[in-house]
């Protein structure tokens, strides 16, 4: 069985004594814990122990929402479901929710917006059908999350019947504090835990990501041999110019303090890996966006957005650097047809590959983009199923820890992120924020 494999050729970077040092030594905080946020590693060693991973209890539980549910609601934000969703839109056929004879429960997703419509339109969908909640929060307050929780909650209990609709209701939350906790207590849900260790982007090879994937009816212990195979490849002990996820962090830094690349666009050349990238997004943004320091990621769809954003990358600012996702062998076959009448002058391709044209288009791209000055970097994947998806998650994962310790932040807080939500409550009145309140509304007039 292959690996991933990553490709530094294009970037422009030459692997330093400094820069090997710098991510060694970085690699070795995640091990021994003597970096910041050091008390939020539980992550980076749990794939090898895969006995601390419900797997058995997590697939049972998919069974049961399998067989009683047509649709399966995730409803979390950030990294309660965006890690899911990479997983299970990377692995899905995307027209599989249109066909009669589906196999499994269509997976949805609530609780990551405040969108009137949106809900009302999600509600109207489930009016009449046979539907589960998965509810991820560890907190049970997040306004997005439990909004959407309720809303569904009930529904569901007006379909169902309160006691039917007990059992294809899921929690996902902290082992003993919390309101989820404690609704989950009270109303006797099963329950899964967020381990204290591990925060929310960095889930997935959690019950938080396990459970919506294997509800989606995807093999998650290969998922987890993936990632512990690939935590194996990674490991401090492994040298430099083997380890692929040190690299990457020591490429991408080089490229931010030494040549000014301020923005690093994920791309990728299949449509499934759509989600991945925003997952990863919010990994990296969330990770290293902190003290008016870090790269911005940004993502593309090639060759789709070659026609909308393609002339700025080609010959806009060069502040940005390109990581190409590459899946070297698809799953279906399709061969370019002749046309008789040839009218668009594209009988030359005919009998090729729909996916040797795709890879020629991301050849050319690459070729352009460096003749351009953008630097680039290419992650070549085997072929998209669960064990490689593990080892592409577990790399991300490794890399944002390493590569946040390179630049000298806390990897694993998100201070920031409570700001607009202290201004939102002051705002809508919530009780104990009349002070903030007085004062925004000051601020506005």
């Given at each position: 069985m292959g690996d991933i494999k990553i490709d530094f050729s294009h970037a422009g970077v030459?692997?330093?004594?400094?820069?090997?040092?710098?991510?060694?030594?970085?690699?070795?905080?995640?091990?021994?814990?003597?970096?910041?946020g050091s008390d939020f590693l539980g992550w980076a060693q749990l794939p090898?122990?895969?006995?601390?991973?419900?797997?058995?209890?997590?697939?049972?539980?998919?069974?049961?929402?399998?067989?009683?549910?047509?649709?399966?609601?995730?409803?979390?934000?950030?990294?309660?479901?965006?890690?899911?969703?990479?997983?299970?839109?990377?692995?899905?056929?995307?027209?599989?929710?249109?066909?009669?004879?589906?196999?499994?429960p269509i997976i949805l997703y609530a609780g990551h917006n405040m969108s009137e419509d949106y809900l009302f339109e999600l509600q109207s969908f489930l009016r009449n059908r046979k539907f589960g909640i998965i509810c991820i929060s560890k907190s049970g307050t997040t306004t997005e999350t439990a909004l959407a929780f309720r809303l569904l909650k009930k529904q569901c209990e007006e379909q169902r019947g309160k006691a039917e609709a007990k059992d294809v209701i899921v929690a996902i939350t902290d082992a003993k504090r919390g309101a989820a906790r404690a609704a989950a207590d009270k109303e006797g849900y099963k329950t899964f835990?967020?381990?204290?260790?591990?925060?929310?982007?960095?889930?997935?090879?959690?019950?938080?990501?396990?459970?919506?994937?294997?509800?989606?009816?995807?093999?998650?212990?290969?998922?987890?041999?993936g990632a512990a195979d690939m935590e194996k490849a990674t490991a401090p002990s492994v040298p430099f110019a083997e380890n692929i996820a040190a690299q990457y962090a020591a490429v991408r830094n080089a490229l931010y303090t030494e040549k000014g690349k301020k923005i690093e666009i994920m791309v990728n050349y299949q449509p499934k890996l759509h989600f991945i990238a925003e997952w990863w997004k919010q990994l990296y943004?969330?990770?290293?966006?902190?003290?008016?320091?870090?790269?911005?990621p940004a993502s593309c769809d090639f060759t789709t957005d070659l026609h909308?954003?393609?002339?700025?990358?080609?010959?806009?600012?060069?502040?940005?650097?390109?990581?190409?996702?590459?899946?070297?062998?698809?799953?279906?076959?399709?061969?370019?047809?002749?046309?008789?009448?040839?009218?668009d002058g594209l009988n030359f391709l005919a009998g090729k590959r729909v996916d040797e044209v795709n890879k020629m288009a991301e050849l050319g791209t690459l070729l352009a983009h460096?003749?351009?000055?953008?630097?680039?970097?290419?992650?070549?994947?085997?072929?998209?199923?669960?064990?490689?998806?593990?080892?592409?998650?577990?790399?991300?994962?490794?890399g944002c820890g390493i590569s946040g310790n390179v630049l000298g932040v806390n990897p694993f807080n998100q201070p920031g992120v409570e700001a607009y939500k202290k201004n939102m409550f002051a705002l809508l009145d919530k009780p104990g924020y009349e002070a903030e309140s007085k004062a925004i509304k000051e601020r506005l007039k």
């Open positions: 030459k692997f330093t004594d400094e820069i090997k040092r710098k991510a060694e030594a970085a690699n070795n905080l995640l091990s021994d814990g003597g970096g910041k090898l122990r895969i006995q601390d991973i419900p797997v058995d209890e997590i697939n049972e539980t998919a069974h049961l929402l399998q067989k009683e549910c047509d649709v399966v609601v995730v409803v979390g934000i950030g990294g309660s479901y965006l890690g899911a969703r990479a997983v299970i839109e990377a692995l899905s056929d995307p027209f599989d929710m249109l066909k009669k004879d589906r196999q499994h835990v967020i381990p204290d260790n591990v925060g929310g982007r960095f889930s997935v090879l959690t019950p938080v990501g396990l459970l919506p994937i294997a509800c989606a009816g995807f093999d998650i212990k290969a998922l987890v041999n943004g969330e990770s290293e966006g902190k003290e008016h320091k870090g790269i911005f909308s954003m393609g002339q700025w990358i080609q010959e806009g600012e060069r502040s940005i650097f390109e990581t190409v996702i590459s899946v070297e062998q698809p799953a279906k076959k399709l061969l370019f047809p002749n046309d008789d009448e040839n009218l460096v003749d351009g000055g953008v630097p680039n970097i290419r992650i070549s994947v085997p072929e998209l199923n669960e064990y490689y998806i593990g080892q592409l998650i577990y790399f991300f994962e490794i």
